[in-house]
């Protein structure tokens, strides 16, 4: 391959894939470590596997196949042994007039070629398909082997260090009665796991079904389905998951919870399992809680400047209640964090209840909600008090005792944090009155709302400017000002985001601060509507015109906000109060 490298270079080259300087560098490196520069390119993640098979099959006048979308008949799959696919790394493709069509991954192996020719003893025609594509095809069309399984997978991974500390006894006890295949289960969990810390996943997601496993990462906020595993392991991996997070492995009928502390390279994270019975096995989501993310700052959070200035204010008053509103995997935990870490001062105590504590935060005292010794959000709650607190964190507003204990803190000078499952920031005051909490109590106490989506943000990359349809343009309702200003952008899809043009996350806020006006709404007990009404037109950014001010400064796209935010009635006035302050935004 190396005699006629550049040639297939060229095309990558022409289409854009790589750039000069990279093919320089790439070239450089081969020949340093006596490697094929396709390799090479492949290993810096300039262009991926697939496309590197693609120009090597152009420039050859081979047939390239793309083995992601490609299905192959079981007839033709038969017609090789399964050792001789395997050995040789071939895969059988597709039969026409006598000859069989086989997939390679080298256009210059021809000794494998020959070899096949006289195993087979028929005519022998060749396609090209990359090596990782070709290993998954043969798993998937012969049925992996349960070493090779880990094997194909451990390929996939870079050598990183992981350390799983386990010194229960019990546990030890357990994992010797995992079957006989527990080695490879083991090397497999590992591996998910690191994968799944290599690609910023925030969940692994192991999903029994009648003939399959499905394994799926939750990266950026978008669930990505990996490799299936064998039906026969999900015992064995459940069992593996079970003994590292201290969970009775015989226990399969009720839902159950652990964690998992491992360090990947020099990465601590601890993992939190859940695990619940469904009719086709346990299923088992891991939730990945990397200790990084809680030392993101207020600035860091995405708040426009205007809002960043408004909640910089509120956290620094006395008293009060904060709510923080939200579905789950929004972010409301990160930006509660981000707002302690601000405050977290030798000269103030900082006390939380949490179910569960997710991030162990130095310097504050955290309580962890434990329901079967009654250790609730009220009783924790009326015995922080005793505690002369400063500022209390409440997990969760969820029932009428634990806002009530909440609203009870701020009126006697404390300022609480706490969160709401609720769609926008004015729906935040109806929720409390549903909960059992009268209307003064909350128009007395409520200081402000902070409703939150995270969008993905454009990979800095491949990130390039373009001009989006009139009728795109139209459909979003952006004022004509601001479209004069917008810096349009998106992602073209490269090795570093994964080909989906996106990478990271950044939140897109709602911040409604209660005022005179809204607090005497909300004495009324005026609809949710009306309170919306008010808050928008006292300047309140809405979700949808947040997300819209991030696409016109080229953060993220129209489709990551659609996603996210719907657009109401009351967008034209919330933009045109943006129109007006835009700089100031």
């Known amino acids: 391959m190396s005699r006629v490298v550049q040639d297939f270079t060229d095309l990558l080259l022409k289409q854009g894939v790589i750039s000069l300087d990279q093919l320089t560098e790439a070239e450089e490196v081969a020949k340093t470590t006596n490697a094929d520069v396709g390799d090479v390119l492949v290993q810096m993640e300039y262009a991926t596997p697939e496309e590197v098979a693609e120009a090597l099959a ?59 020719r006289f195993i087979l003893n028929r005519k022998i025609e060749t396609a090209l398909a990359s090596k990782g594509a070709i290993i998954g095809a043969i798993n998937r069309y012969y049925g992996q082997v349960e070493g090779e399984s880990a094997d194909s997978m451990l390929q996939e991974f870079t050598d990183t260090a992981i350390d799983f500390t386990e010194t229960d006894a019990d546990s030890e006890q357990a994992e010797e009665d995992v079957d006989d295949s527990s080695a490879p289960v083991i090397r497999l969990v590992n591996l998910m796991i690191q994968e799944a810390v290599q690609l910023r ?46 969970i009775d492995i015989s226990e399969k009928r009720r839902p159950t919870d652990g964690r998992i502390k491992i360090t990947v390279g020099d990465k601590q994270l601890d993992l939190r399992v859940s695990i619940i019975p469904t009719n086709h096995g346990q299923s088992c989501v891991m939730r ?23 909640f910089n204010s509120l956290i620094r008053r006395p008293n009060g209640i904060i709510l923080v509103t939200g579905p789950t995997g929004s972010g409301k935990t990160t930006t509660l964090y981000a707002a302690l870490n601000a405050l977290n001062r030798p000269d103030r105590k900082v006390i939380t209840a949490e179910d569960p504590v997710e991030y162990y935060l130095p310097g504050i005292n955290q309580v962890e909600v434990r329901h079967n010794i009654g250790l609730d959000f009220a009783l924790i709650i009326r015995a922080m008090l005793r505690q002369a607190p400063n500022i209390i964190l409440v997990g969760e507003m969820r029932d009428h005792e634990t806002a009530s204990m909440g609203i009870q803190a701020s009126l006697t000078g404390h300022l609480v944090f706490s969160t709401l499952h609720t769609n926008d920031a004015p729906s935040a005051i109806s929720r409390m009155v549903d909960i059992g909490v009268p209307s003064y109590m909350v128009a007395s106490s409520v200081i402000a709302v902070l409703a939150q989506r995270l969008v993905r943000t454009i990979c800095p990359r491949c990130k390039v400017r373009y001009t989006p349809p009139e009728s795109t343009i139209e459909e979003s309702g952006l004022p004509p000002e601001m479209v004069k200003q917008a810096e349009f952008s998106r992602g073209k899809g490269c090795a570093y985001c994964g080909r989906t043009g996106y990478r990271g996350r950044i ?55 659609y996603r996210v935010a719907k657009k109401t009635e009351q967008e034209t006035l919330a933009f045109k109060h943006i129109v007006a302050d835009l700089d100031s935004l």
């Open 58 to 116: 152009k420039h050859h006048k081979i047939p390239y196949v793309d083995l992601r979308s490609a299905q192959i008949s079981d007839e033709v799959v038969e017609l090789v042994p399964e050792s001789v696919a395997r050995e040789n790394t071939v895969l059988p493709f597709s039969e026409e007039d006598g000859a069989l069509r086989i997939l390679i991954a080298d256009p210059f192996d021809l000794e494998t070629i020959e070899k096949l």
């Open 201 to 246: 996943a925030s969940d692994i997601h192991v999903e029994p079904f009648e003939d399959r496993v499905r394994i799926r990462y939750r990266i950026d906020g978008v669930c990505v389905e990996r490799e299936n595993a064998p039906r026969r392991m999900l015992s064995a991996i459940i069992a593996r998951i079970k003994i590292l997070s201290k």
């Open 288 to 310: 990945l809680l990397d200790k990084d993310n809680i030392k993101v700052g207020v600035r860091q959070l995405g708040l426009s400047e205007r809002d960043f200035r408004n």
């Open 507 to 561: 939140g897109i806020y709602e911040l409604m601060l209660v005022n005179n006006k809204l607090r005497e709404l909300m004495f009324k007990g005026t609809t949710t509507q009306t309170i919306r009404e008010e808050a928008i037109s006292n300047g309140m950014s809405t979700l949808y015109t947040d997300g819209m001010l991030k696409v016109i400064r080229g953060i993220t796209t129209f489709e990551e906000v």
